[in-house]
Structures are given as structure tokens and as C-alpha cells.
Nanobody, 124 residues
Framework: QVQLVESGGGLVQPGGSLRLSCVASGDNLDDYALAWFRQAPGKERERASCISSSGPYTYYADSVKGRFTISRDNAKNTVILQMNNMQPEDTAVYYC?????????????????WGQGTQVTVSS
């Protein structure tokens, strides 16, 4: 497993942008699929986006498609979630997750390593 630490959360107005970063330690991310999940109060955890270890293949939930972009920088052991045109319904705790998959061009159904989460609040 790797240790994951998220940063970049905060308060943003509707229509604004935030950039979340997740830095890994303990292993190189080359063979890991990476994902961003989010959980709003009273709601189930949702996978917002993921990126495969090879390809890369990316997935976006319908709720964020066209507004969020996931990217990875293996040299910096980092995964980024760029969030644009944010809306109040994007308010949630955002978690970074990783799963050791080798060279894979799809995202796995489950993840072994999780960050502690970062709060994102969209409000005027």
C-alpha cells in the first residue's frame, strides 16, 4: 500500500475552480490505478473520476463529466483533479485512492489505499 495525502480543498463560489492534489509515498505510482471519490453529507460515497496505470484510460461520473479533469504525474508521484464550473452539489469530502494493478488500461472496482480526505465547499 501507499500513503496518500490530499490538498487543495477549500471554499469556492459557484462557477469557480479548485485544483486538488494527492501526493503518494511509500511506493512509485507507475503501476497504480488512481481515483478521486467524494462523499457529501447524508449521501453514499461516489467515484468522481479515475485514471488507469497505462493508456491512460479515464472515467468520469456523469455528474462531473465536462467539468472535472483527472491527470497523473508519475515522476512526482501525484494525481490531480482539476475542477471547473463548480456547483453547490459538488460540496463534499474528496478522497484520493490508489490500487496496485500493474499495467492496466481500465480502472479497478475497488481500491486498497486511501487518503484522509479534503473538504470542498461550493457556496456563495
Amino acid at each position: 500500500q501507499v500513503q496518500l495525502v490530499e490538498s487543495g480543498g477549500g471554499l469556492v463560489q459557484p462557477g469557480g475552480s479548485l485544483r486538488l492534489s494527492c501526493v503518494a509515498s511509500g511506493d512509485n505510482l507507475d503501476d497504480y490505478a488512481l481515483a478521486w471519490f467524494r462523499q457529501a453529507p447524508g449521501k453514499e460515497r461516489e467515484r468522481a473520476s479515475c485514471i488507469s496505470s497505462s493508456g491512460p484510460y479515464t472515467y468520469y461520473a456523469d455528474s462531473v463529466k465536462g467539468r472535472f479533469t483527472i491527470s497523473r504525474d508519475n515522476a512526482k508521484n501525484t494525481v490531480i483533479l482539476q475542477m471547473n464550473n463548480m456547483q453547490p452539489e459538488d460540496t463534499a469530502v474528496y478522497y484520493c485512492a490508489a490500487d496496485l494493478v500493474g499495467k492496466a488500461t481500465r480502472c479497478p472496482p475497488s481500491y486498497d489505499s486511501w487518503g484522509q480526505g479534503t473538504q470542498v465547499t461550493v457556496s456563495s
